[in-house]
Every structure is written in C-alpha cells, then in structure tokens.
C-alpha cells in the first residue's frame, strides 16, 4: 500500500470506476483499471487511490447485483478451459493465476498461466506441435525488494477466450514473483486445483 493512502470521498470514486472498468472490459489487471480510473477522474497523487483490496470487492458487489445471470456460468466455462489448457501444458507446470482462479473472472476475462521453462522456444514448440497460432508479448511481474522483471507472455484464443501463458526462468523458482498489494509469493492453483474447482462449481 503506498503509505498515506486513504479511503476517503475521491478514493472510493475511483474504486467505483476502477471496478465498472474492470467489470466492462473484463480486466485482470486491477492496478491498471485503477491507473486508468484515477486518469479519467484527474487524480495523480496515488495516495488518493483505493488500495486494490477495496476495487475488488466492490467488482464482487457488481458481479452479484448486475451480473449474476451470466457471471457464475462463465466462471464455470473460463475453469474448465483453463483446465484443459493446463492439462495439455502439464509439462510446463501450469499455474492457474488472477480473475479466474479468485472467481471474478467473467465472459471477457483471460485465462493467466504461469509456466516453468527453460526457454520460451520450448513452448512455443510445444504451441505449434497443437497448431496452435500464438503471438508473442511481455509482462512486468512484481519482484521482491519492489522491483520489476520482464517476462515472455505468449497469448492464443480459445474460441472468443483469451489466453495467457507467462513464462518463468529457473531463477523465479527460489525467487517468484510476488502480489503487487500484499507483496506475498504469486503461488496460484495446480492443475488438480483447478480441476476441483470446476467441478465443485458446475453441480
């Protein structure tokens, strides 16, 4: 948390906006919705923004009066995808990560993978041995000691679903990356994990 930050009137209107972005575009990236909605509102200092803790919330909130129809099913559907994908990735040691493994996840969300490899080429083989088109980006993960670290991130679609694979090196086994809020190890969900999940939740 940035230190001085406050929940008063101005911080609670960008965590309401932050939470209709994130809602409305299906953003997986909280700490960029909250950029944009502190943009949009003309507030720069960060200690007038919520902490991400309070946009989430308020999505959940958003998700259960507005979007109950629609956002359970499409939880139900993004974990079973993510399943297979990780279950054809097994190799890599998958992870499950973000909105869909918290259950904020909804029809426009990504799937996030976090995988272990030893170089990006053994995905991306593994990737055109399914026929699978991919294109290739990079992310900004969170580090200890508040630095940042570039990584590959190569992204498909699975019908209209996007997905998400960030690729580990072997140095982020001892040293993962970490939550942007809580600074605490991004360990998210093995495959069994989110296995459970989907089923538990599809009865």
């Keep these: 948390m940035v230190p001085g930050r406050h929940d008063g009137p101005l911080s609670r209107r960008i965590a309401i906006e932050a939470a209709r972005l994130a809602a409305e575009q299906g953003d997986a ?9 502190a943009r ?13 803790a309070s946009i989430e919330a308020l999505l959940r909130t958003e998700q259960r009066l507005f979007r109950a129809g629609l956002q359970p099913a499409a ?3 993004l974990r079973a995808l993510a399943a297979q994908a990780m279950a054809d990735l097994a190799i890599f040691a998958p992870r499950l990560l973000g909105p869909v493994l918290d259950g904020t996840a909804d029809i426009h969300s990504p ?12 995905v991306i083989f593994a990737l055109t041995d399914r026929h699978i088109p991919w294109r290739a980006s990079e992310v900004r993960l969170n580090y200890s000691r508040g630095r940042q670290q570039p990584r590959p991130c190569l ?30 190890p991004l360990s998210g969900a093995d495959l069994a ?6 089923s538990a939740q599809a009865r």
């Design 155 to 184: 992204k498909f679609r699975a019908g209209e679903t996007a997905i998400e694979l960030v690729i580990l090196n072997a140095a982020d086994r001892s040293d993962p990356p970490v939550d942007a809020q809580s600074r605490r």
């Design 40 to 52: 949009r509102l003309g507030v720069r200092d960060p200690r007038a923004w919520p902490d991400l």
């Design 111 to 122: 799937i996030r993978l976090h995988l272990q490899a030893a170089s990006p080429e053994e």
């Design 29 to 37: 990236d909280l700490a960029g919705a909250r950029r944009r909605a």
């Design 75 to 77: 939880l139900v559907r």
């Design 193 to 198: 994990t989110v296995q459970a999940l989907a």
